[in-house]
């Protein structure tokens, strides 16, 4: 089979890395998003994400001209979708990005055609992106209802890959592939031998879409027992950090490390798919997403505690001229991307909520997004010499560096257990 032109549907985290791999394969790639600006910025040979060594890879692809960005689809042998896919109102899954991408491809399909879905999605999201196209294009044939002998192949194979790591793992990891009959199974292996060294192993589109929601809500609920045992630890005055690696010396028992909550996404997202279509069945999967998305709250109240500690300890100062410094607003450590961030939901509440100034420590990003800019994005240095509370979120590399004797005078609240020395 063979695929002379890739066209990858939306440029962000997973998309750019993606349409650059096969495009280092020397394969002609046309990348689609409705961002000009990004557009613009990878036509450059630039990119507007932060991936180590993407860089590299984005530049040498659009300088050979195997790599283009467009905002309106193009006609393709294969067609990759990466859009987001959020939730809506209580936790309800939204198609929204889908539907209108199945809608934007639907005018450049021919027949022959791979649709292959990479975005994590409810159970029966690839059927339902089949049944958009085909009401698009009555001319052609869909999974759905001719099988075997329909004109487009259909496939599902989500993205698993780790932030830091893209490059890595889109080479290396196994790849579940779920097509809609054995034939577009056949056809998206194809596709992703290109560069897949990892085994690509074949399922259908409903247990592909599956897999990855059970992979992330396994993950969530392995950090729900951590973040409620930090929380039990806090009444108990315990350290829950040392206890963890107590326990964890037993041979069978590998408890996760606690954190100001869970975010990015997928893993702050994908259990409440789940939920959604089976809300009776997933008692488990929505007690730990209570117990993540609750983690911020009690953070929260750990810096007005210690404010108070701190104006106690120094009376001459008033709750109006604190100064808090939120170290970290990333999803992760070492990373740029803010999306689904407990983190930054703690310091948008903290803004909220306080009368002193609230900073932002973010050494991966160089500006906040303009919906922020309610928050004030600091330095490292000057939010040591500024602030009076330190509040530890991520534990990215350069805040493990701080020498600890900068911190004197300070009050920590440290939800990542890096201050455990101090």
């Given amino acids: 089979m063979s695929f002379e032109t890739?066209?990858?549907?939306?440029?962000?985290?997973?998309?750019?890395?993606?349409?650059?791999?096969?495009?280092?394969?020397?394969?002609?790639?046309?990348?689609?998003?409705?961002?000009?600006?990004?557009?613009?910025?990878i036509n450059r040979g630039e990119i507007h994400i932060v991936e180590p060594d993407l860089d590299m890879l984005v530049h040498a692809a659009v300088t050979?001209?195997?790599?283009?960005?467009?905002?309106?689809?193009?006609?393709?042998?294969?067609?990759?979708?990466?859009?987001?896919?959020?939730?809506?109102?209580?936790?309800?899954?939204?198609?929204?990005?889908?539907?209108?991408?199945?809608?934007?491809?639907?005018?450049?399909?021919?027949?022959?055609?791979?649709?292959?879905?990479?975005?994590?999605?409810?159970?029966?999201?690839t059927e339902q992106m089949a049944a958009w196209m085909a009401g698009a294009r009555p001319d052609l044939t869909f999974p759905q209802t001719h099988g075997e002998e329909s004109d487009i192949r259909v496939a599902h194979c989500p993205e698993r890959v780790l932030p830091g790591h893209v490059l890595r793992e889109l080479v290396q990891n196994d790849r579940v592939i779920g097509g809609m009959t054995a034939k577009c199974s056949e056809k998206a292996v194809a596709l992703y031998k290109t560069f897949v060294e990892g085994e690509c192993v074949i399922t259908n589109a409903r247990t592909a879409e599956m897999c990855k929601l059970t992979e992330n809500s396994f993950r969530d609920v392995n950090i729900a027992f951590a973040n409620e045992l930090s929380m039990i630890c806090d009444k108990l005055n315990i350290n829950v950090w040392e206890l963890i690696r107590l326990a964890n010396r037993h041979p069978r028992v590998n408890i996760l490390q606690p954190g100001p909550g869970v975010g990015g996404h997928c893993i702050a997202v994908d259990p409440w798919f789940i939920v959604s279509k089976t809300p009776e069945q997933a008692r488990l999967i929505r007690t730990a997403r209570e117990v993540n998305d609750s983690k911020p709250e009690w953070v929260i109240e750990k810096v007005k505690l210690a404010i108070a500690d701190f104006l106690l300890a120094n009376p001459h100062k008033t709750a109006g001229s604190v100064v808090v410094?939120?170290?970290?607003?990333?999803?992760?450590?070492?990373?740029?991307?803010?999306?689904?961030?407990?983190?930054?939901?703690?310091?948008?509440?903290?803004?909220?909520?306080?009368?002193?100034?609230?900073?932002?420590?973010?050494?991966?990003?160089?500006?906040?997004?303009?919906?922020?800019?309610?928050?004030?994005?600091?330095?490292?240095?000057?939010?040591?010499?500024?602030?009076?509370?330190?509040?530890?979120?991520?534990?990215?590399?350069?805040?493990?560096?701080i020498d600890n004797s900068l911190y004197k005078g300070k009050m920590l609240v440290d939800a990542k257990g890096i201050w455990q020395s101090i």
Avoid: W
């Fill in 6 to 41: 890739i066209s990858v549907i939306g440029l962000g985290y997973i998309g750019l890395p993606t349409a650059a791999v096969f495009a280092s394969r020397k394969k002609k790639v046309i990348g689609v998003d409705v961002n000009q600006k990004a557009v613009d910025i």
């Fill in 325 to 401: 410094a939120c170290f970290g607003v990333a999803f992760k450590p070492d990373i740029d991307d803010l999306r689904e961030s407990p983190s930054l939901s703690i310091a948008l509440r903290l803004c909220e909520e306080l009368v002193g100034r609230v900073y932002v420590v973010e050494p991966n990003i160089e500006s906040l997004p303009e919906v922020l800019t309610v928050l004030e994005l600091k330095g490292i240095s000057e939010a040591l010499d500024d602030a009076d509370i330190i509040v530890m979120l991520v534990d990215h590399f350069q805040f493990k560096e």
């Fill in 64 to 125: 050979e001209g195997y790599l283009k960005a467009v905002t309106t689809p193009e006609p393709a042998d294969a067609f990759l979708i990466a859009v987001p896919t959020p939730f809506k109102g209580d936790h309800e899954p939204d198609l929204g990005y889908i539907e209108s991408a199945s809608n934007a491809i639907a005018p450049a399909l021919k027949k022959g055609d791979l649709v292959i879905l990479e975005s994590t999605s409810p159970v029966g999201a």
